[in-house]
């Protein structure tokens, strides 16, 4: 519980399109503002379509403070820039982007996977797992999953992945629809996942689909890493998370066969089971409480670090001699 009101500040090093980490910065501010107890700032080096939103519907003001409480950044170039105003906690969100390796300029890391908290280990990082946190409010089911599977949505951000869906969709005779953050992005992303009774896709686009009610595959073809996946992960989802439900958990490659045979596997029910999962284990209240926690007990033990150095500097001083100082010149001393 909170004793005074606190001063935060969201960092993001670009807000100017929709993506992963953008959608969760909105969803993190939009938590914080709903706090009573707490101000909150942004900061991003890219303003745009999302950092707009931030000003004009959630009514945040751009980095105006000259000291933080506390520091919420997500990337290392923005760790690099405002460590300085305050206590500054970097969150992780994976393994292989250069933007999410850890910064020595941060007080505390957080990972949001078991393998991104190995991850930070193996680079000599302590480290606390808090999990990617969804409004669950705005990502709800509108409507009701048909009872055998009609309606696929990929969230897939490669065209050999979609190439795959799409020849699996046609050979089964389902509807398929995409909807590629890079060529035709979507604020309103819940209202395309509650038109489809199956979502693919990786990362924050499983959870926000789960949130939806909806069950999921998990498989990409991204960039960075191997066309690899999970498949449809209902009876793995503990597992398929450790791994932030980045298809690294089976780490399975699908050819279209696979994929049939994954659709297969649809069960409507499996729906409301990784809805209740999210309201569990995934919400965004949940992120924020443990934020707030991880901040608390690191600044009561960076306080009671100062009492034990003030107490030590009093009694060598006491023993040698050397000065006769009060207690608030030795913290004026100490701390000047």
């Known amino acids: 519980m909170l004793k005074k009101k606190l001063n935060i500040l969201v960092a993001t090093n670009h807000l100017d399109k929709v993506g992963g980490t953008e959608t969760y910065t909105y969803t993190l501010i939009e938590e914080l503002k709903r706090r009573e107890n707490i101000e909150v700032n942004f900061f991003t080096f890219k303003k745009g379509e999302v950092s707009d939103?931030?000003?004009?519907?959630?009514?945040?003001?751009?980095?105006?403070?000259?000291?933080?409480?506390?520091?919420?950044?997500?990337?290392?170039t923005v760790v690099e820039n405002i460590f300085k105003y305050g206590y500054t906690i970097q969150t992780c969100h994976?393994?292989?982007?250069?933007?999410?390796?850890?910064?020595?300029?941060?007080?505390?890391?957080?990972?949001?996977?078991?393998?991104?908290?190995?991850?930070l280990s193996k680079l000599g990082y302590t480290s606390k797992i808090i999990k990617n946190g969804i409004n669950t409010k705005k990502y709800s089911s509108t409507k009701d999953l048909n009872?055998?599977?009609?309606?696929?949505?990929?969230?897939?951000?490669?065209?050999?992945?979609?190439?795959?869906?799409?020849?699996?969709?046609?050979?089964?005779?389902?509807?398929?629809?995409?909807?590629?953050?890079?060529?035709?992005?979507?604020?309103?992303?819940?209202?395309?996942?509650?038109?489809?009774?199956?979502?693919?896709?990786?990362?924050?686009?499983?959870?926000?689909?789960?949130?939806?009610?909806?069950?999921?595959?998990?498989?990409?073809?991204?960039?960075?890493f191997d066309s690899v996946g999970d498949g449809y992960v209902k009876d793995i989802i503990e597992e398929s998370i450790q791994f932030n439900c980045s298809g690294r958990f089976l780490n399975k490659k699908f050819n279209v066969e696979d994929l049939q045979n994954e659709f297969l596997k649809f069960d409507?029910?499996?729906?409301?089971?990784?809805?209740?999962?999210v309201l569990n284990h995934l919400t965004i209240e949940k992120a924020v409480d443990e934020?707030?926690?991880?901040?608390?007990?690191?600044n009561n033990f960076f306080l009671l670090r100062k009492e034990y150095l003030i107490i030590w500097?009093?009694?060598?001083?006491?023993?040698?001699?050397?000065?006769?100082?009060?207690?608030?010149?030795?913290?004026?001393?100490?701390?000047?």
């Open 268 to 277: 409507f029910r499996d729906g409301l089971y990784l809805r209740n999962y």
């Open 94 to 119: 994976g393994i292989f982007p250069k933007l999410e390796q850890p910064s020595k300029f941060a007080d505390f890391h957080i990972a949001i996977s078991k393998e991104v908290q190995n991850h």
């Open 291 to 298: 934020y707030i926690e991880v901040y608390i007990k690191k």
């Open 147 to 224: 009872k055998q599977l009609k309606n696929v949505l990929s969230l897939c951000q490669s065209d050999s992945a979609n190439e795959k869906l799409k020849l699996c969709c046609d050979k089964m005779g389902f509807k398929f629809t995409k909807a590629n953050k890079f060529k035709n992005p979507s604020w309103d992303i819940a209202s395309l996942i509650n038109e489809a009774d199956i979502v693919v896709g990786l990362g924050r686009s499983a959870y926000e689909a789960m949130s939806c009610g909806r069950p999921v595959v998990i498989f990409d073809d991204r960039s960075y």
């Open 313 to 336: 500097l009093w009694i060598k001083s006491l023993k040698s001699k050397l000065f006769q100082h009060s207690k608030k010149e030795l913290l004026y001393r100490l701390f000047k």
């Open 53 to 76: 939103k931030i000003e004009n519907e959630l009514g945040i003001s751009f980095f105006e403070e000259k000291r933080y409480d506390l520091i919420l950044a997500n990337h290392n």
